[in-house]
């Protein structure tokens, strides 16, 4: 039996460990702003070879990417110095998985990247309210409540029939979905409960077979570098 290894360990060895190696997930955490370390070591917990995207060329090929909560103005200010907005619409284009978490959900919608049909109102809660916790039920995480950390959430106004909300709080959704697109509104790398993060590794992990389907019978070329 092959010895258990930490995660985050890029030791190669016997075939087995490469065949491990090669289907391990890249996720790329965008490290431009804000929360970023938390979501690496969530990630790195659950098998994925997580790492810092800065530049255009480290997104590229990845087969998923976080945008961390942070302070949303800075986090767009720094994908246009980048160059990184080109970036991230080749990435979701090419059927490669987003997970945006509360800034990253505002770097999202409809007036800015536009990757998600809502429109979020940012800080929405109020000073009283700046930060709270709460148990949340989230569609496809089982019956066990999530708890989860909102600090100067956005809320969501309002938001298209293309969108799925897995969770809501009052009349807000916190929780949702577009396709390869994951978003909530709150800290989901603060808690022990990675089971958020999971749930876009297995996105990631069917958008990687689908694109891998399309590659081997040819009809269509996907994640076409430039
Ligand atoms: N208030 C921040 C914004 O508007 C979001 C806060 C967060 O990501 N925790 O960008």
């Known amino acids: 039996m092959a010895a258990k290894r930490a995660p985050g360990d890029p030791r190669g060895g016997a075939p087995s460990d490469d065949h491990h190696e090669a289907q391990r997930l890249r996720i790329g955490v965008l490290a431009a702003q804000g929360d970023f370390e938390a979501h690496l070591h969530m990630l790195n917990s659950l098998g994925a070879r997580a790492h ?9 090929k990845l ?18 110095r980048d160059g990184l907005e080109p970036a991230i ?47 949340l039920t989230v569609e496809g995480l089982g019956a066990d409540p999530l708890r989860a950390i909102f600090i100067r959430a956005p809320a969501i106004e309002s ?24 978003a909530c509104a709150f800290h989901p790398e603060l808690t022990d409960d990675s089971r958020l993060h ?11 077979d689908e694109r891998a389907q399309v590659d081997a019978h040819g009809s269509r070329r996907v994640g076409v570098g430039r």
Not at 63 to 80: F, Q, R, Y
Not at 198 to 208: C, D, N
């Open 52 to 60: 810092e995207v800065r530049t255009a060329e480290q997104l590229a």
């Open 63 to 80: 087969d998923g990417l976080v945008i961390p909560g942070g302070e949303s103005t800075a986090i767009i200010k720094a994908l246009e």
């Open 89 to 135: 619409r080749e990435h979701h284009g090419s059927g490669r998985p987003i997970f945006g978490t509360c800034a990253g959900m505002i770097v999202c919608d409809r007036n800015h990247l536009g990757l998600l049909d809502v429109t979020t109102r940012r800080n929405a809660y109020g000073r009283q309210m700046q930060s709270f916790e709460c148990e």
């Open 159 to 182: 938001h298209g029939d293309s969108i799925e909300v897995l969770a809501a709080r009052g009349d807000h959704p916190v929780v949702i979905r577009e396709d390869g697109v994951l």
């Open 198 to 208: 999971a749930l876009f590794m297995a996105i990631a992990t069917r958008q990687r």
